[in-house]
């Protein structure tokens, strides 16, 4: 089965653009010009997923993650933003979105996207109906179990397996979860900053304010045989969480 995708979008050359990609690869997909006819149609449509933009004149995007999240809960969100306007992006994160990407986007970028948030879906939908067991259906999928009995509760910021248990500070854990839920995609300085403490940087100042942090974070995973070298520093660039 297909499927349903919406873009929201003011800009017409954007709008098509992420239409004609997602058409190509087979999905039923719905373009629309702004935030108030997007939340008509999603009281009225099946949408599994929505690519909505930040910056929109009336309602922008964050306020129709707000009304998407209380009418269609199953839906999926990723926003897309400027680098000017990442700041906003944390507020939509606390929202529950599966993911924000930056535009332009290439369409690599937006279909691995697209295909992350679906197969989220299909994961809730089936912890929702009881065929999946240990996935809180409330909130993105945040059980990690790894090879050695070793787990990684993201939600309660958690790492444990059968000998030890390593609690970490909310920095901490909105990092892990952040890298965790995207392996090989590569973060860098900027964006970590942005999405773990909340405030946009300088790319020069970013990375003095990232280390401490990074060693951290490391110094607790290399308790853990499985995790202790996932966490890698992409030389001049920042950090990817590796499979």
Known sequence: MKSNILVVDDEPVSRQSLSDILKLEGYLVSALPNGQVAVEHI????????????????????EVIQVVNQISPETEVILLTAYGSTDTAIQALRLRIHDYLLKPASPVQVLSSVKKGLSRRTARLKAK?????????????SVINLKDGTFVDLSRRLIKNKNKTEHLTPAEGRLLRILMENPGKVFSHRELVLLVQGYDTSQREAPEIL??????????????????????????????YEE
């Open 43 to 62: 009281r009225t449509h099946p949408v599994d997923l929505m690519i909505v933009d930040l910056r929109m004149p009336g309602m922008d995007g964050l």
């Open 129 to 141: 109906s009881g065929t999946v067991e240990s996935i809180d259906v409330d909130e993105p999928i």
């Open 211 to 240: 280390r401490p942090l990074v060693s951290r974070l490391r110094h607790k995973l290399e308790q853990f045989p499985v995790l202790s070298e996932r966490v890698t520093s992409v030389r001049g660039t920042g950090y990817v």
